[in-house]
């Protein structure tokens, strides 16, 4: 085969390689899109469902599960618009996420019922979680403020 022909056909598998990563790209996006519509119905639902056992017969314990949940909804579908406008899962948001469900765990079980071991272990990873949110927003800091 001569160069020219080698050429063309490298060309063409990277020009085709090119477009496919596109369209998988455009496909993923698609599906974070839906992603975000199905949180999006399931918080309008999941609402709903708080102020209607309000209503009739409010337990508490449920009521608070169910706002703690609606709350890492939320936060799971700021996660989500981000990753669309931006194309990046960034690393404080996704910890911020984790925070709140690990907390909501914590209310619901209550401290005082969990193993001193148990309490230690979430202790260290929140402590962990804390210092990766500090990173990102050192990272963001610097990112803002150039000298």
Known sequence: MTDSKIKSNSSINKFGLHRLFRNLDALQDWIVFCLCVVLIIEMILLLGNIFFSLR????????????????ILV????????????????????AE???????REIILEGILH???????AIG?????LAALIFVDRQGEYKDSNPH
């Not at 009739?56 to 709350?71: A, E, G, R, W």
């Not at 936060?75 to 996704?94: D, P």
């Not at 996420?97 to 907390?103: G, I, Y």
Request: charged residues 10%; hydrophobic residues 60%; proline residues 2%.
């Open 56 to 71: 009739v017969n409010p337990d508490f314990k449920q009521i608070t599960s169910d706002s703690l949940f609606l709350l």
């Open 75 to 94: 936060e799971l579908f700021r996660l989500l618009a981000v990753y669309l406008h931006n194309h990046h899962i960034y690393v404080g948001i996704a």
């Open 97 to 103: 996420v984790t925070v709140v469900s690990v907390l």
């Open 114 to 120: 969990m193993n001193w071991s148990h309490i230690l």
């Open 124 to 128: 260290a990873f929140l402590l962990a």
